[in-house]
């Protein structure tokens, strides 16, 4: 295991961070099962790892200690096993981390120590064969998509698979839940033309009745759907078009307005927090390698576009990397921005606080930042 200082910090003197004991000394109960003591306000970052390299992990930091120590794969130290292939999405739910890895073909039930407790392999399942690629929870029940159009109801208490549906769509990415609908981005299929793969960028959401677990209908939306979240009744939707002649578009969708579909602007990343989606367009010079990279907000309660930028001095290094995430602590409201250097090192990930003052930066421990969640006991 490699222990990385949070020296790396390139910590800002403007910025106070107040320093949080381990839970056991606030009289909060111990972490099941832990093997290092932990501060009671965690980020734990998932690093998606390359293609069949079996390096996807789970790097723990500090949020309100830059002096406690970072751990690159705290997952490795607290289970004593990888994570596996590809680290695909991770969400954290009522004390419990959820980690979907795509190649490996399986979903992590974790506590907040990052310790697992159970998990669900889809391996041995024909239908599931494409691979997990998003979930999202709702009263219990976490929902996953899968390349091949199968959308799977799984129960968070025993990790059980409890429904599945063949959907009309061919590879699915993003889902989430908005009041009894589950939304599913459908986001390509795959045709066969002189031998020759063809990828069909595809037009559509679904829609699965979240009682029946059916499918109700379809939204048509801009190509290649692929980013979704739900908040404060409305639907967030980025598409990814085919990445090359049109331009990724994020979108509004109105679950209370027959769920009509408002383009907003270029954007590949998003994340919400402090009332607004942040918003983050990467364009990349794939001759070089490097992007150029601007960043907007979305006001939820207000509809209200803003092309200024949330960054108030944000690093060169930032705004010409790849942009792969962006999360939000809902302690304090700080904002974590991660580029990827692809196979070539870990990445990075950058943290600004709620007014878009730069804190400082930390290598991610490992490679392709693709998702954080935050614990605060």
């Given at each position: ?41 965690r980020m ?65 039930k ?35 998509t ?9 129960d968070t ?20 839940v ?8 459908n ?47 409305k639907?967030?939707?980025?598409s990814?078009?085919?990445?090359f002649d ?23 990343h ?26 907007s ?43 990827t ?37």
């Open positions: 295991m490699k222990i990385t200082k949070a020296g790396k910090w390139m910590v800002m003197g403007a910025v106070a961070l107040t320093i949080v004991g381990c839970s056991k000394d606030n009289d909060e109960p111990i972490d099941e099962g832990t093997k290092v003591d932990l501060p009671a306000h734990y970052i998932l690093n998606e790892g390359n293609w069949n390299m079996n390096n996807a992990g789970i790097a723990f930091y500090a949020p309100s200690n830059p002096e406690t120590e970072m751990i690159d794969n705290i997952f490795f130290e607290q289970n004593g096993r990888l994570l596996g292939d590809n680290g695909q999405a991770m969400i954290e739910r009522n004390g419990k981390i959820y980690v979907a890895v795509g190649g490996s073909n399986y979903i992590a974790l506590n907040e120590a990052c310790v697992e407790e159970s998990r669900v392999s889809f391996v041995n399942d024909a239908a599931l064969q494409g691979g997990v690629r998003a979930i999202t929870e709702h009263n219990g029940y976490l929902y996953a899968f390349y091949g159009g199968v959308v799977v109801k799984i208490a025993t990790m059980e698979i409890k429904d599945s549906i063949q959907t009309s769509g061919s590879n699915l990415e993003g889902i989430t908005q009041g009894d609908d589950i939304y599913v981005a986001a390509y299929k795959i045709s066969v033309v002189d031998g020759q793969n063809v990828y069909n960028y595809l037009t559509e959401v679904l829609l699965i009745d979240i009682n029946t677990f059916k499918e109700k209908g379809k939204i048509t939306v801009s190509p290649n759907p692929n980013l979704l979240m739900s908040k404060d009744d639907v967030f939707l980025i990814w078009t085919n990445y049109s331009e990724y578009c994020f979108q509004v969708i109105d679950p209370k307005n027959n769920n009509s579909v408002t383009p907003i602007c270029k954007a590949t998003f994340a919400s927090g402090n009332g607004k989606v942040y918003l983050g367009y990467s364009e990349t010079d794939w001759s070089t390698w490097t992007a150029t990279n601007t960043f907000t979305y006001d939820i309660a207000t509809g209200t576009y803003s092309t200024e930028s949330f960054l108030k001095d944000a690093p060169q290094e930032l705004l010409s990397g790849n942009l792969y995430m962006m999360a939000i602590d809902p302690k304090g409201g700080d904002i974590y921005i991660g580029i250097n692809y196979a070539a090192a870990n990445g990075d990930i950058y943290r600004f606080d709620s007014t878009g003052n730069y804190v400082g930066k930390i290598d991610s421990g490992g490679q392709n930042p693709r998702a954080a969640v935050f614990v605060n006991k």
